[in-house]
């Protein structure tokens, strides 16, 4: 199918995938219209020799460097099939693009190799959301299995404190039965609180849903996250210009700041700050992806410590039932998973962000209103 | 930068995007190269007016036929920006590939409109690496979870049995404790027996590894299965021809089909076949994925009913820890969790294929071979 010049031309700058082609030397002989704006430069400035002074070529990480011999048109060039190779392009001033780059020697009619060519696929955006969709059926699972044990539990602790109740009746008097009836008891009250926590984790609790103002809120809490922190934590909140009227169970939302102090304060054990802020939720905040819905603004509270941080893999695990305590030793418990039930199940989100030697910063979304839908009893 | 008429065919037909773009009227002026491979049809038969008879379109689940306005190219052609429309192409006689395409108006230089323009990405392989891959994490995360728990628990429990057994020592006698006592115990060791079942779904047993071979240990587990799918349902074993070494728990591998066949024979209320088909795995079967060792051949156990069968939502959580318990209120309890923890902690793979009213296969893929991989004992 013979196609006239122009048309091609037109072709290859109408479609959605960046094209880039070079000679046998290297030398970019082609760039389409895509792919100078995934790499932030306009056609009219760009001449092929100074095409690769525009931006920065990373790694999936967005982080490491790529060496010339990782360029996919370099690997191309030198003979590689590249199919799907992750890379991140920051322009200069510009936003970090993900894409999935396929590289192949460019070979003319005749069978002559005359260079190489690279298509680029933009997943930024599908990445983004794919990451917020498979985070949300984990969590969902992990919640439908803590309110399956939970549940299960439950029901044998009423049996078990039922009978020991009655033990504890029948034996009041004996002095030598009564230690192990109470001993019995103790540890089944234990497990109650256990598995009511796996309940708040798992979203199964009723609120009793009020309005209430944030700004208010977290300035009432001032004197007990500053017995929670201690000492050595300086406590710094700042709060909101504005009013933030949202609807909530005030009881649960307090408990839930509280578990997010009781960490920054484990994770400062040698003193630091921690900074309460309280803002209107930027609408650029990517970050509420799934759960945001049109036409709501979101009160922030983000909660910062100057503790020792933690890693990507840490990130994306951290509100997890038992992680912290299972593959850590830190013992932290369920604390975050109830802080991330609670504020889900406020039709809300929570999310962290952090780095090694750089402390963390929790933020919790709330969605501003001065009604209760009413259908949030059933979330 | 302008290029020459064979530099710019040669660009388009070696890069890995399919890219298809019609005139005006919607016919079909150009198919690159990559687009013609993944639609099945060779260069040399394709002429453009039949180019839409190789092959069907169908939406993301493959099943449902787009209709011609949900077409990527109309909609292009007819003003709408497409961006990442996921689309399932099945070339006749040939296997579905997932696409991502992407489409736009066709403007010439002189901005006048001459057509549309879309370009396909192939994410066939991605798709499934990343299910794969995020189911796999999301068992982990359940999987410390349920480790988790069960440790809670137990220490729990160990308490409440210590206590429980001294009061025993101490009120057998009396005819009008021991009741209660009795109870706190047989409810102490249900307990017991759940945190036990966590364990095994979290892969957290001590596997007592010894060689046997697969074909014997089906023939022998006859009597057993036909115990547990009673008389309404017919059991049929069908062994391979040849010996299959594997080495593992037998008492856990055992467990584990025990579980299935009790799945299978709660989907079979009213009678059916349970058919067991030992064979060496297909080397083409990809649903190994990322379990799959290089070198490694594996064992199929495949246990299909002729059950209710179940949608893709359920085959996706089947697995899950009372999945199936809270979501169907089936009560299946936590057998095929179990069964789930038992294989992987073989260095095994299971899976479920099932379609609404066509039944069930549940697949066990076990690695042959005849010594213990010392690290096995700590997977």
């Known amino acids: 199918m013979e196609m006239a010049h122009a048309a091609l031309t037109a072709i290859l700058d109408c479609i959605d995938e960046g094209v880039v082609a070079c000679d046998l030397d290297g030398n970019i002989t082609f760039i389409n219209r895509a792919m100078c704006r995934i790499h932030g430069v306009t056609e009219a400035k760009l001449r092929p020799e100074e095409w690769a002074k525009h931006f920065d070529l990373f790694g999936p990480d967005g982080k490491t460097p790529l060496d010339m011999t990782e360029i996919p048109l370099y690997r191309a060039l030198h003979g590689v099939d590249v199919t799907n190779q992750e890379v991140v392009v920051k322009p200069k001033g510009g936003k970090p693009v993900n894409l999935l780059i396929s590289g192949r020697q460019l070979i003319d009619r005749d069978g002559a190799r005359i260079g190489a060519v690279i298509s680029a696929h933009d997943i930024t955006a599908t990445k983004k959301n794919d990451e ?53 008891m103790n540890s089944s009250e234990r497990a109650a609180q256990l598995t009511q926590n796996l309940l708040v984790f798992g979203r199964r609790q009723n609120l009793r849903l009020l309005p209430a103002e944030i700004n208010e809120i977290m300035l009432a809490m001032n004197e007990i996250l500053g017995q929670i922190v201690g000492k050595n934590v300086q406590l710094v909140t700042i709060t909101c210009p504005v009013p933030l009227p949202v609807v909530i169970d005030r009881e649960q939302f307090e408990q839930a700041i509280m578990y997010l102090a009781t960490n920054a304060s484990d994770a400062m054990p040698s003193g630091g700050e921690l900074l309460i802020e309280v803002t209107m939720a930027d609408s650029g905040e990517l970050v509420l992806g799934l759960d945001r819905r049109p036409n709501v603004s979101y009160a922030r509270i ?9 890693d990507m893999v840490t990130m994306s695990r951290i509100f997890e039932p038992f992680y912290l305590k299972t593959e850590n030793g830190r013992g932290a418990g369920l604390g975050l998973s109830m802080a991330y039930g609670i504020i889900r199940q406020h039709e809300g989100v929570i999310t962290v962000n952090s780095e090694p030697g750089k402390g963390s910063t929790f933020s919790i979304y709330l969605p501003i209103r001065t009604t209760s839908p009413h259908e949030i009893n059933n979330g």
């Open 132 to 184: 917020q969709l498979h985070q949300s059926q984990k969590f969902d699972s992990i919640g439908t299995m803590a309110g399956g044990v939970a549940h299960d539990f439950n029901n044998i602790l009423t049996v078990i404190m039922g009978a020991c109740t009655l033990l504890k009746i029948k034996t009041k008097s004996d002095p030598e039965l009564e230690p192990f009836v109470r001993q019995i």
């Open 302 to 310: 983000a909660v910062t410590d100057t503790g020792a941080g933690m």
